[in-house]
């Protein structure tokens, strides 16, 4: 295997075309994970509400019947 000394300008080159590749897909990987996140967490604080909601009605229709 080559050395780090050893390599041509050329490979060199390669390679950071490549690592930049990598980072760019990397990134656009990390953005759509991080929209998904921010969508999770508006559906489940969306659904505590709707459940708070559920609950406090339950609550309500079990004091009306005592």
């Not at 041509?8 to 990390?30: G, Y």
């Not at 967490?41 to 339950?58: G, I, S, T």
């Amino acid at each position: 295997m080559t050395t780090e000394k050893q390599l041509s300008l050329k490979q060199m080159q390669r390679r950071a075309l490549k690592a930049e590749a990598e980072l760019e897909s990397i990134q656009r990987i990390r953005q759509y994970e991080h929209g998904w996140e921010l969508t999770h967490h508006r559906e489940l604080a969306a659904y505590k509400v709707a459940l708070k909601e559920a609950m406090e009605a339950l609550q309500w229709a079990l004091e009306q019947t005592t």
